[in-house]
């Protein structure tokens, strides 16, 4: 069984930094790619960005320039660092990889459980 556990978030002010992380536990084959996504109340859960297996990223263009999404292989962990936050940048954020566990070739689509960033104006 696979379980991502997330960590970070919190309350900022417009033009603050914040980090968030997320570390994946269980058998664990390969991590293919990881995601953050956001959802702000009464809102879609948009993807914010992405990270590869071989290390290539992409962002949402309302994110481009201000946010940064890093993987370390070794410890199954993905991080979210966020400069120069916005207002429009507060939302539950989630952590999603694919990964294949145990002997199962096959791989699946997990999910954190999500943390809080607000940004004050």
């Known amino acids: 069984q696979v379980q991502l556990v997330q960590s970070g978030g919190g309350l900022v002010h417009t033009g603050g930094s914040l980090s968030l992380s997320c570390a994946a536990s269980?058998?664990?084959?390969?991590?293919?790619?990881w995601r953050w996504y956001r959802q702000a109340p009464g809102k879609q859960r948009d993807l914010v960005a992405t990270?590869?297996?071989?290390?290539?990223?992409n962002y949402a263009d309302s994110v481009k320039g201000r946010f940064t999404i890093s993987r370390d292989d070794a410890m199954h962990t993905v991080d979210l660092h966020m400069n120069s936050l916005k207002p429009e940048d507060s939302a539950v954020y989630y952590c999603?990889?694919?990964?294949?566990?145990?002997?199962?070739?096959?791989?699946?689509?997990?999910w954190g459980q999500g943390t809080q960033v607000t940004v004050s104006s």
């Open positions: 990270i590869l297996s071989g290390g290539s990223t």
């Open positions: 269980g058998s664990i084959r390969r991590i293919n790619h």
């Open positions: 999603n990889a694919l990964i294949q566990a145990g002997d199962i070739t096959q791989p699946y689509d997990y």
